[in-house]
């Protein structure tokens, strides 16, 4: 149980273009759904929590009308980068907390590869 | 700001031996503590939790103690596999938000 997925695995974009990329927890509901961004060699970052049916919350740094975050359903958030560029080539991972659980329990999808020519 | 450093970017073992890494951090009082695995392109795989009440933890070959007055968590594996090689986080967690570390690439040697 406690299967996260994330579509697509990888995407090689043109600048300028947008992305989006889907988080699903498949067999359990969650509230919350965290997004991060991982460079080569480094930790991953905490990007913005997204809410079910409320606006997600960005970390400093994030420009939240770059990175729209949808969570329009308690299976389903997604992730658009806008207008991307080179720098925004990153492996972006989301996770998700099920529904009625303890704070500290999150679930990783396996992350989606984005490369922005 | 929270800092979370961990030993070494990478560490090499003997198969056979116990690996031991390092989770240090500063500025922050996490209720908690989490260690994950991560496989080359993939996401994070929990592994262990540890409270800030608690001293130590074990799960199978794994090992986890936590000391806040050091502000440090250790992280053992016992009779370690070629398996085992994997980049291994440490995660403070606080509230409803987490913040990791740099991670230790382990590679243990058959």
């Known amino acids: 149980g406690a299967v996260v997925s994330q579509h697509p695995s990888r995407v090689i974009c043109k600048s300028g273009t947008s992305v989006k990329i889907e988080c699903r927890s498949l067999?359990?509901?969650?509230?919350?759904m965290f997004w991060y961004r991982q460079f080569p060699k480094q930790s991953l970052m905490l990007m913005a929590t997204s809410n079910e049916g409320s606006k997600a919350t960005y970390e400093q740094g994030v420009e939240k009308d770059k990175f729209l975050i949808n969570h329009a359903s308690l299976t389903l958030s997604t992730l658009t980068v806008t207008s991307a560029h080179p720098e925004d080539s990153s492996f972006y991972i989301c996770s998700a907390r099920p529904s009625g659980s303890l704070s500290w329990e999150q679930y990783f999808g396996p992350g989606t590869r984005l490369l922005v020519l | 700001s929270q800092k979370i450093e961990q030993n070494s970017e990478a560490l090499n073992i003997q198969e056979g031996k116990t690996a031991t890494l390092t989770c240090n951090y500063t500025?922050?009082?996490?209720?908690?503590l989490q260690w994950y695995r991560q496989d080359p392109g993939r996401g994070p795989v929990f592994l262990l939790l540890?409270?800030?009440?608690?001293k130590e933890k074990r799960k199978e070959r794994l090992k986890v103690t936590f000391d806040t007055t050091l502000k440090q968590s250790l992280f053992h594996i016992t009779a370690s596999q070629p398996a085992d090689s994997a980049t291994y986080l440490c995660a403070l967690a606080g509230g409803n938000q987490f913040y990791f570390g740099t991670g230790t690439s382990l590679t243990v040697i058959p």
């Open positions: 540890i409270r800030e009440n608690e």
């Open positions: 067999d359990f509901q969650a509230t919350t």
């Open positions: 500025n922050y009082s996490p209720a908690y």
